[in-house]
């Protein structure tokens, strides 16, 4: 795998990015000593910042001018914000002591302040959600953060079931991923007054890139080494938490599922069980899928009128592609 | 201690009650067993059900005719939503296997799920709150979210810190109980179209009423018997959560706060530090300071037209008050 760029997509709002850091640092930060060295701590880890960014390039694809208003800015700072608090409750849940190469939240300031933190996240983003003023993008972002929770508890009742239906998985990565970039690019765009067929193509566009940035994730997890998972190929598969290479696999080898069954609790199983999906086109077919779900949202972006934005749409789905490289 | 009645501020919204309770299990329970059985043990639970009952009087002591309308009705889910959102949580934080006399979530179910079904119901609460149609409503509710994190971040910064000054502690207590109360009383004149007068007077009672209800709940800590707390008396203290009758004592005795600070790590620490509150006058001036709150309820009361609701929302002072004896 090459090591990809940032690529272009990002250059347009890589300003805008760096105000909202500070945004939010006085946003947050302000009110708590606990939460400001929090929120160092979080805002500044780096990240590539994906979703704000596709906030920010919405915006700027559909508002006059192409400079963002202070409402799309708003509305990018509550993305992350959002985006933050499912991550520090995700890292809470799966008791993680590592993420973007640096110490959670929770391992180092306890469970309890990363969970509150979080809590306090939510609320905040209600609050200035209700200011930017319009009730169709506080349902919007009311609907991620019940997705959220809800693609949580799909994965935990479907572990180690082989009869998990490509259906479920696709649902599960829509509550968990694509959620957040479809109804905030289509927010960006309720806020730029656009006619519903670009909040439409946005609100597509999303979650087609949602959808190929999770499927690529689940792919790099059989295919990744270590250093760049931060964690051993295969754990996804370990954890019964069964995606698309598997799903596929159990298409050609109904054996996987026996040991899918038993949770690999017999010496090599586990093993066993990697080479079946390595053996099978589960791998290849996976790489389509993410490919499918790319063209899809690329196709999406021709409701738009042309713009350097666009084009930045554009390049970000294919530095998402490019993760599979 | 007597054993007090529900008296009469419940009977006039009792069918409204029971009508919540079908509701939310059919929006709650709908999408996925997990919820569906967590919802069935958390709103069929008992409990007074204060919170939304103290919506549905607001509602009908403020709408012209005296019927809560259908946005009122959804607002009382709302309440009770994230209030049991913020009780799933508190669990998880505090480890409680035990409330209203059953097993918490988390005790059933697992941390994972309590925390998720937290998140889902904050989440839900958004969607339903952005389709009553009032961002004022959407922005008072957001705001007592983020207090809940802020009251917990709060406690978890003054534990065994005998400088806590009254005004923190109050704080504390309006973030943690006083503010849903608050904001929910004024959501339901803001409904109602009420003017800005009786919206101000609803939330001063609410904020009053919490106030009340927290300064006596941190009293019974102390006077109660270990089967009315189901815990035994003294948690607070020895948890080093410094309440109202601890804040007075230390007024009086200096040497409690040697005990606190060392946090009671020498034998007969916590049984001399309860000694020298019930010796003091902290606990008759807690006292004191419940029923100062309770009146200023009452007196924002006045500014209500007359109504039976009217008489119910000041009955409920008397049953707060009632547990004091």
Chains 1, 2 share one sequence.
Request: net charge negative; hydrophobic share 45%.
């Amino acid at each position: 795998m090459s090591v990809v760029s940032a690529g272009n997509w990002s250059a347009l709002v890589e300003d805008d990015l760096s105000q909202m850091t500070r945004s939010l640092m006085s946003l947050v930060g302000a009110k708590h000593p606990v939460l400001h060295a929090a929120a160092e701590h979080l805002f500044n880890a780096g990240g590539k910042r994906i979703r704000p960014a596709l906030v920010l390039l919405a915006s700027r694809a559909t508002v006059a001018g192409g400079e963002p208003s202070e409402r799309h800015r708003r509305l990018a700072e509550i993305t992350e914000m959002i985006h933050t608090a499912s991550l520090l409750h995700d890292d809470v849940i799966d008791t993680s002591e590592v993420r973007r190469g640096i110490e959670t939240v929770n391992a180092r300031f306890g469970n309890r302040v990363a969970m509150l933190a979080g809590d306090y996240l939510f609320g905040l983003s209600s609050v200035l959600l209700a200011r930017l003023g319009s009730l169709e993008v506080v349902e919007l972002l009311g609907e991620v953060i019940s997705h959220f929770g809800e693609g949580e508890l799909l994965q935990s009742t479907i572990q180690f079931d082989p009869e998990l239906t490509f259906e479920q998985y696709l649902d599960k990565s829509f509550y968990k991923t694509a959620s957040l970039m479809a109804g905030t690019s289509r927010a960006a765009a309720v806020l730029s007054g656009s006619p519903a067929v670009v909040c439409d193509a946005l609100y597509e566009y999303g979650r087609h890139l949602g959808i190929a940035f999770q499927v690529i994730d689940d792919l790099l997890d059989f295919t990744g080494s270590t250093a760049q998972l931060g964690k051993p190929a295969g754990s996804d598969l370990q954890d019964g938490n069964l995606t698309a290479p598997v799903l596929y696999a159990l298409e050609e080898a109904p054996h996987l599922g026996v040991l899918i069954e038993r949770q690999f609790d017999e010496p090599g199983d586990l093993e066993k069980a990697m080479s079946m999906v390595f053996a099978s086109r589960g791998i290849e077919r996976t790489r389509e899928l993410a490919q499918q779900h790319a063209r899809e949202a690329l196709t999406n972006l021709d409701a738009l009128p042309a713009s350097p934005a666009r084009e930045a749409l554009a390049d970000l789905v294919d530095y998402i592609l490019g993760r599979l490289h």
